[in-house]
């Protein structure tokens, strides 16, 4: 394969605008922001962002490059096809159908009480009410869910430059990170916010001037033909067996509800300048992962329909190379032009550093004040606060990139990321956002009955063979076990109950003195006036601090049409906790 020259420049130049815009953005949040808010400004952008701004860069989130190249290998891989294809669909409904129909889950469920009760992160309410030890806990699986994506992005870019312009993977991988983790040290959300909205016109762009090109490539059939019946490989449309049901549904169930509890959405939620623009975010993002997913479908499609043998890529197929994972940049760059792959290239890059910078910056952003500030500095100053954000930023881009240089399957590592998520923190918030009464006694057994469920049913990513044996398992040509049964929703729903019962188990011992009040070593039931407690009314800023979550705010970064990004309504949603009755009445 010929290096390519031209490639290099067209990347380079994209580059340089990205870091510009980047930098621009941080500019202007630094000359508007005050320096008693700069670190609530980098957090959640001083939470004045409006909807349009808002919706752009809630989409780019999702719509990463594990999301495009994810989706394109899941419909060209024989046997599984579009059928089988559910990242689209799942995270689609997990921020549109929850306002819709499926249980209303983020816009009225989630994103309303969020960001009306005026969070910073998503770990908040588990510290308002858990405390910073069951905080602590909660942040492991949310730092490594962010972690997995991020490095299964990364690695779909370097899969894809190299395959294009034909330069070393880890180099690629690293430029491409460096990039990233630079606007986003310098800027915080505001840089990640407007790169966004530049980044999501490069992606709907490039892949939609590629697509006419590979399909019109004289060695491809047409897609229609080749979805319901065989030419080259099984028909692309996919379907699902009897016995794979019950598989399809865990992981349908996983993506959408696992695509919930996010601190990169959440942080979306909380910049939003009212508790209704929230709502509506989840609407324009559901929307736009849709519309961005279809490129990617097709080009997976025309990968299905293609004789390679008459191409420059020769025999066998991606499929029998093992390049399945790598079939959108290897359409790019044998089914297209040469300078119409190099837009392809800029689309997956896009992608790629979109939702890169958001994981990286979700996971500084609940370190920083989640761990360090109220968990062991609970007076440090804004400044301090800002520099842990910046140290914590660099740290986590290498740590994304390091294992970006690890990662097998775009889609398997996609599917990790969610799991950690929807087994543990899913349930747990539900529990503490709807269900009154659960206490850190429920949520630690919750946590770690689900952590143990999972991790006994194995996963053949990883190599590591199930210790419980669901019905329906079976063993694989590569002798891995392989679990139909769909143990992920069922350590889910375990965690759930568990939480529950065990909170009004542990509240009925204690108030009905079967217990000791001395036993309550988690300051959770009967110790009310605990440090612990005074941990938790700090979190909130009920007495002592006041509370500039709550506080009005100026719509000042605004792109186009003022009115669009007023804050008329932002707190309208009533909320009748005692910690804000008492900030109201002082």
């Known amino acids: 394969m010929a290096f390519h020259v031209e490639g290099l420049v067209a990347i380079i130049v994209f580059y340089l605008a990205i870091l510009a815009v980047g930098i621009w953005a941080a500019w202007k949040t630094k000359n508007t922001s005050s320096e008693g808010d700069r670190s609530e400004a980098i957090i959640v952008g001083g939470r004045d962002i409006g909807l349009l701004v808002g919706g ?22 024989p046997d599984y096809g579009l059928a089988w294809a559910q990242a689209p669909i799942g995270y689609s409904l997990s921020l549109i159908l929850g306002k ?41 699986p949310a730092l490594m869910g962010e972690m997995f994506w991020a490095a299964a992005i990364f690695s779909a870019l370097g899969a894809t430059i190299s395959v294009i312009i034909d330069i070393n993977v880890n180099i690629s991988v690293i430029v ?29 762009l ?19 033909l080749t979805a319901v019946h065989q030419v080259y490989q099984a028909p692309w449309l996919g379907s699902i067996n009897s016995l794979d049901i019950y598989t399809w549904l865990d992981n349908f169930f996983l993506l959408t509800l696992g695509g919930i509890p996010w601190q990169a959405y959440f942080q979306r939620v909380l910049s939003s300048s009212s508790a209704t623009y929230a709502q509506v975010l ?13 490129p990617a479908v097709l080009i997976g499609a025309i990968g299905a329909s293609t004789a390679w043998n008459q191409t420059e890529y020769g025999i066998p197929d991606p499929k029998s190379k093992k390049e399945a994972d790598m079939i959108l940049p290897i359409v790019l760059q044998y089914l297209c032009p040469v300078y119409i792959s190099f837009f392809g290239l800029g689309a997956v890059s896009a992608a790629v550093m979109s939702s890169a910078d958001s994981s990286i910056l979700s996971a500084s952003s609940m370190f920083a004040r989640n761990i360090y500030q109220l968990s062991f500095r609970q007076n440090a100053s804004d400044r301090e606060i800002v520099w842990v954000m910046r140290i914590t930023v660099l740290l986590f881009g290498a740590s994304a990139t390091a294992m970006a240089l690890l990662a097998s399957s775009v889609y398997g590592l996609w599917y990790l990321s969610s799991d950690l998520v929807y087994i543990i923190i899913f349930p747990q918030l539900l529990c503490v956002l709807f269900i009154k009464g659960t206490n850190t006694y429920g949520a630690i057994a919750g946590y770690l009955f689900g952590l143990v469920l999972r991790i006994t049913g194995g996963e053949p990513y990883l190599y590591l063979q199930p210790l419980i044996f669901y019905p329906g398992w079976y063993q694989d040509d590569n002798n891995l076990y392989i679990q139909r049964f769909p143990f992920k929703t069922l ?12 909170s009004y188990l542990a509240k009925y011992l204690f108030e009905s003195g079967t217990l000791p009040p001395k036993l309550d070593f988690l300051d959770a039931v009967v110790a009310r006036y605990s440090r612990e407690h005074m941990d938790k009314a700090t979190l909130v800023k009920s007495d002592n601090i006041v509370l500039n979550e709550l506080a009005p705010v100026n719509p ?7 009115s669009t990004f007023t804050n008329k309504e932002a707190f309208n949603y009533v909320d009748s906790s005692p910690e804000l009755s008492n900030t109201e009445d002082n």
């Open 556 to 562: 000042r970064h605004s792109l186009t049409l003022s």
């Open 491 to 502: 350590a889910m729903l375990t965690s759930f109950f568990t939480n529950v019962i065990v």
């Open 100 to 140: 819709e129909r499926l249980k209303l889950i983020v816009a009225f469920f989630f994103a309303k009480p969020m960001r009306s009760k005026g969070y910073v992160t998503m770990l908040d309410p588990f510290q308002q009410l858990y405390g910073k030890r069951m905080g602590g806990l909660l942040f492991i």
């Open 176 to 204: 491409s990170a460096l990039i990233a983790t630079m606007y986003t040290l310098v800027g915080g959300l505001y840089s990640v916010a407007y790169t966004d909205v530049v980044q999501l016109f490069c992606i709907f």
């Open 206 to 224: 490039g892949l939609w001037i590629s697509v006419p090109f590979a399909m019109s490539h004289p060695a491809v059939t047409d897609i229609g």
């Open 56 to 77: 752009f860069t809630m989409t780019a989130t999702w719509v990463g490059g594990g999301y495009i190249n994810g989706t394109a290998e899941a419909v060209y891989v």
């Open 282 to 294: 989840s609407f324009l993002a559901a929307f736009g992962c849709l519309v961005m997913a279809i």
